[in-house]
Every structure is written in structure tokens, then in C-alpha cells.
């Protein structure tokens, strides 16, 4: 699937770079007036070419240009100010929900933990350092604290979910409650901060479940 970001600035949508949209002139091309993209965000140039012959007319061609990257799609998307109605997207909210979804994710949610010796906060305060990317949801923090937890579990230490609502898109400072270990346990985001505070009801038992994960996932620097 290929973009266009016309000098409107508004991006149509087409099939594939050999089927460019049939308005297109020549001379524009050459002028280098518009954009093109594809949905993997892979760049396409476009060349002007004249068919041998006395009678030859003068055509273009999309011709790929460097290594594809998503950020070059949602860049054009970024620029535009609306779409062009298409059987595909109602409007470019949903074409870059399209192209958001194609970025690959890592494997694991990407976190490490803040040594107790830094002082941060009261003396049952925990921290973790995550990841997550401010165009998306910060659903990243709970995939945090769900993977800490299956660690906590992998050293054959019990754990009881107590309070967990559901999760709201961008949601900030709420709670997710368990017992581990039979201790009571708080997890709370500050996504401004990219800070999980964790509040444990013990927390010299958990300073010692904390130390042991924390060989596991890295501290952060």
C-alpha cells in the first residue's frame, strides 16, 4: 500500500507503486512536489523516464529509495492535514493507527529497577525505570509489572491479585494491588517520569525479592 502526501498537504492512498494515481503530472514529479511512502515506510523517488522510439512519451517511475523505516510513514502522516477518502481508512486517525501497529515490539517489556541504596521516597518506596512510547497508551507499564511478577513466581514465592481494575487508555497513578508473599504490594505509574512506584507493606521481606529480580532485569544506571 502506498501514500502520497500531495503539496494540499493531504496524503491519498493507493495499491502499489506501479499503479500511481493517474492525476499525477509529469512535470510535479520532476519538480519534486510531492511524497511518497509506502505502509512499511519505505521511501519511493520519483524518476522521470522517456519510452525509445520516434514516438516515446515522457512517464515516471517509483523507485525505492534507502532502507524502509516506519518513521517515514508516520512522519508524511504527521504533515498532512487530512485524507483523501479511500476504501481503506476513514480518516487519518485510523491510518496512523494502521501504521502504529506495524512497528515491531520488543519481545519483553523493556524495564530495570532503582536500587533501594538511592533513597528515593519513603522507606517501603520502590521504583522501576520503564519504557514506553508517549504516541501510545502507557498500557507498557502494567506489561512491566505483570513480567516482575512472573519473576517473583519463578522463584516459588506466592503471589494473589487483591485489587486490579481494568485498564483506561493513558491512565496514570493507578493502583494495582496483590500480596506477595503475603505482604500487601501497591504498583502505580508516573508516566511523566517513566517511574513505577511500588509501595510494599514489608519491606525488608520484599528488599530481598527485589534484589533478586533485580540481578535479573539490571538496574538502572
Not at 494540499?8 to 499525477?24: G, K, L, M, N, Q
Not at 520488543?106 to 508517549?134: C, R, S
Amino acid at each position: 500500500m502506498m501514500l502520497i502526501l500531495r503539496d494540499d498537504p493531504v496524503i491519498e492512498v493507493f495499491e502499489s507503486p506501479e499503479a500511481p494515481p493517474s492525476w499525477i503530472e509529469v512535470t510535479d514529479v520532476a519538480n519534486g512536489e510531492y511524497c511518497f511512502c509506502n505502509d512499511s515506510g519505505q521511501i519511493f523517488k520519483g524518476v522521470v523516464v522517456r519510452s525509445k522510439g520516434w514516438f516515446g512519451r515522457t512517464t515516471f517511475e517509483l523507485r525505492p529509495e534507502g532502507t524502509p523505516n516506519l518513521s517515514n510513514a508516520l512522519a508524511l502522516v504527521n504533515r498532512a492535514t487530512s485524507l483523501e477518502p479511500n476504501k481503506w481508512f476513514s480518516d487519518l486517525r485510523a491510518l496512523r493507527t494502521h501504521l502504529e501497529a506495524r512497528v515491531i515490539k520488543p519481545q519483553h517489556p523493556v524495564y530495570k529497577l532503582i536500587h533501594t541504596e538511592k533513597g528515593w521516597g519513603a522507606p517501603n518506596d520502590f521504583f522501576m525505570h520503564y519504557e514506553w512510547e508517549f504516541l501510545d497508551d502507557n498500557h507498557e507499564w502494567r506489561d512491566c509489572v505483570a513480567d516482575f511478577l512472573s519473576r517473583v513466581r519463578e522463584l516459588n514465592i506466592g503471589v494473589d491479585a487483591l485489587e486490579i481494575p481494568p485498564f483506561q487508555p493513558h491512565e496514570d497513578f493507578v493502583e494495582l494491588i496483590y500480596l506477595i508473599q503475603g505482604s500487601r504490594v501497591v504498583f502505580s505509574s508516573d508516566c511523566c517520569l517513566c517511574l513505577i512506584v511500588v509501595a510494599a507493606e514489608s519491606p525488608f521481606q520484599f528488599k530481598e525479592i527485589w534484589n533478586q529480580v533485580g540481578e535479573k532485569t539490571g538496574w538502572a544506571s
